[in-house]
């Protein structure tokens, strides 16, 4: 979130103060309910059906790699849409 918000530029002295800590509140929440859901539906989906799958070896570190990559792509989408697309967030 950082790399597409830039820099908290907005000084830390005086009523600017409420909206340097909304700006770094704002990241810090926003970007554990979406780790949160990446995080749960990869465990979901590694306990349940990819340990089970797959051996242990190089392939499948790769394999987990390119799914957890899949999910962060599919959970972006879906935030893009409901915020932008449908304004519901």
Do not use: Q
């Amino acid at each position: 979130m950082r790399i597409l918000l830039g820099p908290n530029d907005v000084p830390k002295e005086g009523l600017w103060y409420l909206l340097h800590v909304l700006y770094t509140y704002g990241l810090f929440h926003v970007g554990l309910i979406i780790g949160s859901i990446i995080a749960f539906l990869f465990i979901l989906l590694d306990v349940f059906y990819l340990k089970k799958r797959l051996k242990k070896s190089f392939k499948s570190v790769t394999i987990r790699i390119v799914i957890l990559l899949c999910i962060s792509l599919i959970v972006g989408i879906i935030h893009y849409i409901l915020e932008k697309v449908i304004d519901v967030i």
